[in-house]
């Protein structure tokens, strides 16, 4: 045994002096004739053609292919295909069509997150830019809303039945659910599956729309909603529970929120557009590669994304943020000093059907698909259903839909899963811990022990599996 791997080893170690030795062969030919610089050039590019030439199948980032269009053309490849092509700015998929190209498949989702632009101005939702320019509108989009057939996947595989009509009978006419997703089990703690808490509490930030909003209510009520579903025992894995925010300025007072409570897990990019707003980058690791943990006091954890940032993601159960909102009675005190006729806006969330441009149109689409797609098995979602139903045509179809499911209403309802006739209803910070300080409720757990007694405790979701932990130490 050992004998043989000695003998692999010089057989490797002679084949790595072949090739260092025609390496710096080949290394002098080209440079006795052309320039140091180019030399290197015309060289690493000899060397990867020698290496992918009989390779079937080629991988690379569409900024790697288009810096790479030299070595692409010598491999002549028949076909190209690019994945998440919605997000893929035109330019990079022009430069990476080399002549030899006869097939180009673009797989991706046109009514999902655009490319992302440096330049505002640039874009499709910038007045001028939307005239002259368009540069986040990507290849696949632009065919799209030019009539180009396209084949779409009509069978979905994530969201529960419930959750996915929201898009289907708004975005994604024909969608199927496939039957594994028939198959979810309810939300632990929840009466609903899906429900919408509309309120009235004023978004914070400032009448600029160039402001990063944020609405404190959601954070207070989202924050104490949100420790309902590690203590029921099913919701402690990284990626089981997500909380997603419609602005930078929400996650940021959120990741504070939470902080002391749930191991918060953020995005590199959010993490990095945090640094640039909070100009903190000082305390930002230079070298970190993944996202951004903040291990603190508990087990439990929750991803916190913005919608911009979760494209292509999911959770089992999603709390989605949307902020804007513009207030109303029940916020006596900064209705003191707010006119009451104060403009609605609901921002990135406006979606008309008579908006003055296709491309326009599109665009204040995509966020919402994104926020409305990412959930399996549990949406909750706040928000003032009035400001969105009387601003935007998509949102009024889809709370009139929530409206008939009773999915609707003023306060979360949750119930304990062993008592599930007691429904109580969260509308305040704080009224969660009262009712249910464990996750379950205040009646009696009631479950027989071994010993033949009942539990005397108070219910809480894991009940069984403390009762028989309480037995075994009698």
């Not at 006739?421 to 969260?426: F, K, P």
Request: proline content about 4%.
């Amino acid at each position: 045994m050992q004998q043989n791997q000695l003998d692999e080893f010089k057989r490797l170690k002679k084949v790595h002096a072949e090739k260092v030795q025609e390496y710096n062969e080949i290394k002098e030919q080209v440079g006795y004739t052309k320039p140091r610089a180019v030399c290197l050039s015309e060289f690493s590019i000899q060397v990867r053609r020698d290496l992918l030439k009989n390779v079937e199948i080629i991988g690379c980032t569409t900024t790697g292919a288009a810096k790479l269009g030299s070595l692409l053309k010598s491999l002549s490849p028949k076909v190209l295909m690019v994945e998440e092509a919605g997000q893929v700015l035109e330019a990079h998929i022009l430069g990476s069509l080399v002549p030899s190209v006869e097939h180009l498949i673009l797989i991706g989702d046109p009514l999902q997150l655009r490319p992302t632009l440096n330049n505002f101005a640039l874009s499709v939702e910038h007045p001028r830019g939307s005239q002259l320019y368009r540069f986040d509108m990507s290849l696949m989009e632009r065919l799209a809303t030019s009539g180009l057939p396209m084949s779409r996947i009509d069978v979905q595989r994530r969201m529960r039945p419930t959750i996915s009509s929201l898009i289907r009978n708004t975005l994604y006419e024909g969608l199927q659910d496939h039957e594994l997703v028939k198959s979810y089990p309810d939300v632990r703690g929840m009466v609903k599956n899906l429900f919408f808490v509309t309120h009235n509490h004023r978004e914070n930030g400032g009448m600029d729309d160039t402001a990063s909003k944020y609405n404190v209510y959601e954070v207070r009520i989202q924050r104490y909603s949100r420790l309902l579903f590690p203590r029921q025992g099913c919701y402690s894995a990284e990626g089981d529970i997500v909380v997603l925010c419609a602005y930078l300025g929400q996650l940021a007072r959120l990741r504070d929120a939470l902080g002391g409570e749930v191991a918060v897990v953020i995005d590199e990019r959010d993490q990095a557009a945090l640094d640039d707003r909070e100009g903190d980058k000082e305390d930002a690791s230079d070298d970190s590669d993944g996202p951004s943990i903040q291990h603190v006091k508990v087990t439990s954890c929750v991803r916190l994304r913005t919608v911009d940032n979760y494209q292509g993601e999911e959770g089992k159960v999603v709390i989605l943020s949307l902020v804007r909102n513009s207030g109303g009675d029940e916020d006596e005190v900064e209705m003191q000093t707010v006119s009451q006729h104060t403009k609605v806006n609901i921002g990135f969330l406006k979606v008309h059907a008579d908006i003055y441009s296709v491309e326009i149109a599109y665009s204040l689409t995509h966020c919402s698909a994104v926020a409305l797609s990412r959930a399996r098995e549990g949406l909750y979602i706040f928000g003032n259903a009035d400001n969105l139903s009387s601003r935007s045509r998509m949102w009024r179809s889809i709370i009139e839909e929530l409206d008939a499911q009773d999915a609707l209403g003023k306060g979360l309802p949750v119930a304990c899963h062993r008592h599930p006739e007691r429904v109580e209803y969260i509308s305040r910070p704080g009224q969660l811990s009262r009712i249910a300080p464990d996750g379950g409720c205040m009646e009696q757990c009631d479950t027989l022990l071994k010993c033949g007694h009942l539990c005397p405790f108070k219910s809480v979701p894991a009940c069984s599996v403390i009762a028989t932990i309480r037995t075994m130490l009698l």
